[in-house]
């Protein structure tokens, strides 16, 4: 970057310094700009015309730009990319400014870290993080966009393949470890430049099988984030606690230090609150069944073995019945992480069983589901300041529907869908503030005005009145020129360079009378004003100003109530999405005459008339054989006899 020569220039090559490794949205005016390297990047993975400024010097500066109010499209590109993207904005009113606008990065979005509405509402979009103590070693990861926090922690020489594993099932977005004793060797990481940095250590890689690449944006920190000293004190402060015990991490000080190091992180990348973080989950392998990446792959359970295969031949398509965003998120963890515990398994199997007794009921339940949005993004959104009114009142409109959850799940017979109903909060109150003070049909945008309700603010009702009347006003001093001027085609006239002022035409021009003070010379008229017309404009722009400025506090007190009660919203969401699972599996299961299986402690398992769920669902047209199968652990094992031209000869 050549020395800037404006203090412009200056003050974006200040803030591009604090964030070099990211691309500097720089906001001016109605346009993100992007300048040197940044707009050469930008351009080629946008697609958008590179340019530059300050031709007439000598001194060509690259620069490209796209619309604010489109800037999240491009933004979401770039992230998907694997880039990082500061957005620089303008923090004070540029009428008010004295000299330059002040401008300030608001955050920082990271592959890791992205929370909009772009997310494939199906996949968890992970930043995980490892941290180290002696011999143990800490895994975590934070779905920013959902709430979703979870640790672990491994001990012993096999710590790093259970981390490879973690990862790959995982399979996070970015990857935060400590910059000076990476827990991998080999190639170091370019994530201090502004390529994009999309694959692990070369000496976890080469572990990996060779059809399972773990790619994902590596962003080395500080080793002292991820000092106990630090990093658990951090987390105790996110949750309001003294103690991580009710999170089950006592003693688990890798664990936690790992969850330390993302709140860091977080915190310092966005801003708003992290409200709808309000817990860590602490998970051991003994309480779910253990599937590693290939074994998850090779029986096609959420993706096809070959690209571009249809995606009905995984199990996942098969038995997912779910309506809403949050449900399907859960299924996908449930078939990934197994439960083997016989009393969840059974608890699960009650909750079905009660909904296949009662189609009717269920598919009341499953009905007032439907239509649910993503309640946990769209909160995510709001505690991070980036929801629009749009997103608010899409929020309300989910919360309508609770009550007809409730009163249909209080139709079961079940203790699992009791507990649930109970968890399930209606949160009208959210609901009636929202309704009360945004607009049926709002903007996407504060800035178009027009978002918050009559009646909520006696000062904007009045400054709405005032500009509403305007007009009226305005053809009374056209219509009291033209009599006092005797020109008949005066007219009164705006925009948003000169305002406010009256034209006059050439051929009218020695009519004009001396008080009227020249504002601009066109080709075939002449652009006056007046000091009432003067007055009368300021009056105006302030109370548009003034609208705007209230609305957005306004909304930004509504922000913050809906953050307030992140925890029952959580709360809410999270029982939705099981509800939504068991409704699915009990239809499921209804329409292909499913039967209950029999669970116990012992090592035998008897299959009487087994159908594959995937290839009977694929031969529709062909009567699928059904296969009994018994094996236990002494008499009838598994004897595995291959050859050549032997695949694919039973399927069970």
């Known amino acids: 970057m050549t020395e800037p020569s404006t203090p412009l220039m200056r003050q974006y090559a200040a803030i591009k310094k604090e ?10 005016g109605d ?6 390297d940044d707009a050469v990047l930008a351009s080629r993975e946008l697609q958008i015309t590179l340019t530059s400024r300050n031709k007439e010097k000598g001194i060509a500066v690259p620069m490209c730009g796209v619309p604010y109010h489109a800037a999240e499209g491009y933004i979401s590109k770039l992230i998907r990319k694997g880039f990082k993207v500061a957005i620089c904005d303008q923090v004070e009113n540029p009428r008010l400014a004295k000299k330059l606008v002040r401008r300030e990065v608001t955050r920082v979005v990271t592959p890791g870290t992205a929370a909009d509405s772009s997310l494939g509402s199906e996949e968890n979009n992970f930043l995980a993080s490892i941290a180290r103590l002696e011999d143990r070693v800490g895994f975590a990861a934070l779905d920013l966009s959902t709430g979703e926090f979870r640790a672990t922690e491994f001990r012993g020489p096999d710590a790093l393949r259970r981390i490879e594993e973690e990862l790959q099932q995982l399979r996070p977005k970015e990857l935060l470890y400590g910059s000076s004793a990476p827990l991998f060797d080999g190639e170091p990481s ?21 059809h399972e690449p773990i790619r994902c944006a590596e962003t080395p920190l500080d080793d002292w984030i991820f000092a106990a000293d630090y990093a658990i004190p951090l987390l105790e402060n996110q949750f309001g606690v003294l103690s991580l015990e009710g999170f089950g991490l006592a003693g688990k000080p890798a664990a936690a230090s790992a969850g ?4 860091h992180y977080v915190r310092s990348t966005q801003r708003g609150t992290l409200d709808h973080v309000d817990r860590i989950g602490f ?20 993706e096809p073995l070959f690209a571009g295969s249809d995606e009905g031949v995984t199990l996942f398509r098969s038995i997912d019945a779910t309506v809403t965003p949050m449900g399907k998120r859960l299924l996908r963890s449930w078939m990934l992480r197994p439960a083997i515990e016989v009393e969840e398994i059974n608890s699960r199997l009650n909750a079905v069983e009660a909904q296949t007794k009662d189609t009717v009921a269920r598919e009341e339940l499953r009905r007032a589901l439907d239509g649910i949005l993503d309640l946990e993004r769209l909160l995510s959104r709001v ?9 608010v009142l899409a929020l309300a409109g989910s919360l309508a529907r609770l009550p007809n959850v409730r009163a249909a799940l209080s139709r079961f017979n079940s203790q699992r869908l009791k507990q649930l109903h109970g968890n399930v909060d209606e949160l009208s109150d959210l609901r009636e503030r929202i309704d009360k003070t945004i607009v049926p049909e709002p903007p996407i945008s504060l800035s178009d005005g027009g978002v918050i309700q009559t009646g909520v603010n006696r000062e904007l009702d009045e400054l709405r009145d005032l500009s509403r009347n305007s007009k009226q006003y305005l053809a009374q001093i056209e219509q009291r020129e033209r009599q006092r001027t005797g020109i008949t085609s005066l007219k009164v006239k705006f925009n948003s360079i000169f305002g406010y002022y009256l034209e006059i035409s050439k051929a009218n021009l020695h009519l004009a009378p001396p008080d009227y003070e020249r504002k601009q010379t066109l080709v075939n008229a002449e652009r006056f004003t007046t000091p009432e017309l003067k007055e009368y404009e300021a009056k105006i722009l302030d109370a548009q100003e003034k609208i705007v400025e209230i609305e957005r506090r306004l909304f930004a007190e509504l922000r913050s109530v809906i ?3 992140a925890r029952r919203m959580r709360q809410t969401a999270l029982a939705l999405a099981e509800v939504d699972v068991l409704a699915s599996f009990a239809r499921i299961g209804s329409l292909r005459n499913y039967c209950r299986p029999t669970f116990d402690d012992s090592a035998d398992l008897e299959i009487i008339g087994g159908r594959h769920p995937v290839i009977e669902q694929q031969n529709m047209n062909d009567r699928f054989v059904p296969n009994d199968l018994y094996l236990n652990p002494t008499t009838h094992t598994v004897l595995v006899l291959t050859g050549p031209n032997m695949g694919g000869k039973s399927t069970y």
């Open 19 to 28: 964030h070099p490794t990211a691309l500097l949205f720089f906001r001016l």
């Open 31 to 36: 346009f993100y700009e992007l300048f040197f």
């Open 190 to 210: 370019n994530s201090a430049g502004l390529e994009p940095s999309t694959s692990v250590r070369a000496d976890l890689r080469g572990r990996l099988a060779p």
């Open 260 to 263: 330390g190091a993302i709140v």
């Open 283 to 302: 998970y051991e392998r003994q309480n779910c069944l253990v599937l590693d990446a290939v074994t998850v792959r090779n029986l096609e359970l959420i």
């Open 383 to 391: 505690t991070l300041e980036t929801a629009n009114p749009r997103d």
């Open 563 to 565: 953050a307030g009660e």
